[in-house]
């Protein structure tokens, strides 16, 4: 129940390669990363498969669409 709980709070893994979890992603899209490139800047990393790339440019257009 424990890991439950960790789970949801660090929300679920958005890209698999550097181990990114969606609060890392929303929190880079709230400082201010305006693209997929930029998130992955601000976090440290770059994408290595891609398979996260559809995710992570959703949270940055949704992002441009809130401030917008």
């Known amino acids: ?3 439950t709980i ?13 181990g990114l979890r ?4 929303e929190s ?3 400082g201010g990363a305006c693209s997929v490139d930029d998130t992955f800047r601000k976090l440290g990393c770059q994408p290595m ?6 995710i992570i440019r959703d949270a ?3 992002r ?5």
Request: charged share 15%; with cysteine.
């Open 60 to 62: 940055v257009e949704e």
């Open 6 to 18: 960790r789970i949801s709070i660090c929300g679920m893994y958005i890209c698999l390669c550097n």
């Open 22 to 25: 969606e609060k890392q992603i």
């Open 64 to 68: 441009a669409q809130v401030t917008s």
């Open 1 to 3: 129940q424990l890991r």
């Open 49 to 54: 498969c891609g398979q996260c790339v559809p």
């Open 28 to 30: 880079a899209v709230a």
